[in-house]
């Protein structure tokens, strides 16, 4: 399941075909190409897609993005008649909330939008808290949390109502960053995610990087103009990430713009850019009763067979984590950092 050096050939042979196609139905406008997400952060599963954002900075006029998005369908339609090799597929450009171009290269699947810098924040604020922890631990984690979230449990998938993979990432992080126990071993990181939120009231709660807050203090800390997290920490003395340490990302990063609404009723899970951002919005009510059984029924299994057995038709051995610590092949981001800083910096002069 872990990202290894051929599976992570063959996508960052996908990534260039997207790049030098988008330059090129663009050739004309001073852009930037920038992947996001499980790539860069090599936490990808089998049928994990590429994300990639088309940067330019400021946008002419409303609606410049469907213009963008447009010609860069085109040039993928065309591609596709004369390149057969490159396998494009399924191309379509979906307006929705964050409009994008999905296509199918080489069997895997992509997004392209335009000024998504928050995920290149996201994916920069990520690779430094994983910085934090040794033996790649973060990462790992994540990587075991997606593979019981996609093939065990079922609760991701935000297209379907469920929770998104951001959403899961911050749940890893929250419970590597309140439970000091779990910090050497990722499968006691899930077997702890899994116990902690089977009993979490996810109703009245909500949960931040720092610790969880009840929904209506959550609410008074924003209206006071204080940091949740700030709160939220008082209830734990063993942080490895602070509110001081996530303040100064921050200011490294910059702040996404505010969002309309704090939370849903369903699952809170607050952004750590966006204190008024629900990473948790795109869960259903139908699904929030699958997602809560789902953890239920896994902490049940946990309880009569224990962690290693869950895993143990997914992953085969698990008797021997270490071999799944070596499976997983990570890059180093030092020659990208400046890149994607850089990017930042073009969305926030």
Known sequence: ??????????????????????H??????VVQVEEYGSLPLKTYLPQGDIDVTIITYPLPVPGFELYLLQRVKLQFEFL??????????????IHAKIPLVKC???????????????????L?????????????????????????GCYYSKVLGSMHGRLTTVALEILVLYTLNTFSETRKDPFKVVEKLIEHFAEFDWENKVVTCC????????????????????????????????????????SDLGQSEAALMPHSKFVNIAD???STNNLGRS???????????????????????????????????????????????????????????????ILDP
């Open 211 to 250: 610790g969880a807050l009840s929904a209506c203090r959550y609410s008074l800390c924003l209206g006071l103009g204080e940091a949740p997290e700030q709160t939220a920490a008082k209830a734990h003395s063993q942080l490895f990430l602070s509110p001081q340490l996530l303040n100064k990302y921050r």
């Open 272 to 274: 750590p850019f966006n």
């Open 1 to 22: 399941f872990a990202a290894n050096k051929t599976s992570t050939q063959h996508r960052l042979k996908v990534l260039r075909i997207l790049k030098r196609t988008i």
């Open 104 to 122: 199918s290269v080489m069997g895997i699947s992509t997004d392209i939008t335009v000024n998504q810098v928050g995920g290149v924040r996201t």
């Open 24 to 29: 090129k139905a663009l050739s004309d406008l």
């Open 124 to 148: 920069c604020f990520l690779e430094q808290v994983n910085r934090l922890l040794p033996e790649h631990v973060y990462k790992r984690s994540i990587i075991l949390a997606k593979i019981w």
């Open 80 to 93: 596709a008649s004369i390149k057969p090799d490159y396998k494009i597929q399924d191309i379509q450009e």
């Open 283 to 345: 869960v259903s009510f139908f699904e929030f009763q699958s997602i809560k059984r789902a953890f239920e029924l896994s902490y049940e299994h946990l309880q009569s067979k224990g962690i290693k057995q869950m895993f143990k038709n997914l992953l085969g051995d698990t008797e021997h984590p270490e071999e799944f610590q070596e499976s997983f092949l990570f890059v180093n981001l030092k020659t990208r950092k400046s890149r994607l800083y850089r990017a930042l910096a």
